[in-house]
């Protein structure tokens, strides 16, 4: 949730509570109107346009992957990803 503008981690625990366990953008653009509207009350009308603007522009992807094999994976091997907008480095 935090790609989409304006939202800071402290709107964070709006999305998980113990009424919805809002994890992904989709399930947030999955919701009603006025129960999105709820969640993001503390924005304004034009942050809240901007918000649901940037969710409708976003792609829907679904795929699945099937590994057949036994995969092997190298000790000098180094897998990079995103988490928080910071890139982390594991090494094997």
């Known amino acids: 949730m ?8 402290d ?3 709006y999305f998980m509570s113990k009424k919805r366990q809002i994890s992904t953008i989709q399930q947030f653009c999955e919701m009603k ?19 649901m603007k940037v969710c409708g ?18 000790t000098d091997l180094l897998l990079f990803y995103w988490k928080d907008c910071q890139m982390i480095r594991i090494t094997f």
């Open 33 to 51: 109107e006025d129960d999105r509207r709820g969640i993001l009350k503390a924005l304004g009308d034009d942050q809240f346009e901007d918000v």
């Open 11 to 13: 709107m964070q625990k």
């Open 57 to 74: 522009s976003m792609p829907l992807i679904d795929f699945k992957v099937h590994v057949e094999g036994t995969p092997l994976i190298p």
């Open 2 to 9: 935090m790609q989409l503008p304006h939202i800071t981690e």
